[in-house]
């Protein structure tokens, strides 16, 4: 019998592989042709969130879309290396349990980080972004928001 753990695993591995899917035929702000930056124009959002310039955007800001990338990589590195862990190749491999261990002590970290990023888009641009993740919707563009 399977353990929780091996299940979450498998339904975690689900999760990212239907992630995958919506970006390549999700809806407009699912896919990951609208949002991906690249990472200078990351790196030139970022400068102005600190100085609190940040233009508003109706799908993920660059910030946002950098964590969505982070994270699909970590789940996804996290889900292979536990499956690693159950085949007769990869039992007892110290280096495979290392990096399962690791991806999910930095997925804990990005958790933290993408939860403060949300509070601090939330109270800069006046809007719930926990409902706009629930429901995929914004209120509507003003001028100088990023479509």
Do not use: C
Not at 85 to 111: F, M, N, P, R, S
Request: charged share 15%; aromatic share 6%; hydrophobic share 50%.
């Amino acid at each position: 019998m399977q353990s929780l753990h091996e299940v979450a695993g498998y339904a975690a591995a689900g999760l990212i592989g239907l992630r995958l899917v919506l970006g390549v035929a999700g809806t407009r702000y699912a896919r990951f042709s609208q949002f991906i930056r690249s990472p200078k124009h990351t790196l030139l959002y970022a400068g102005d969130m600190l100085r609190h310039k940040e233009p508003r955007y109706l799908g993920h800001n660059p910030l946002g879309a950098a964590m969505v990338v982070a994270v699909l990589m970590m789940v996804g590195g996290i889900a292979l290396t536990g499956w690693m862990q159950t085949t007769d190749a990869y039992w007892g491999i110290e280096w495979v349990e290392e990096t399962h261990e690791t991806l999910a002590q930095l997925l804990l970290v990005a958790i933290a980080l993408h939860v403060v990023g949300v509070v601090h888009a939330s109270l800069r641009h006046h809007e719930n972004l926990v409902l706009a993740m629930i429901t995929g919707r914004k209120r509507a563009p003003a001028g100088g928001d990023i479509l």
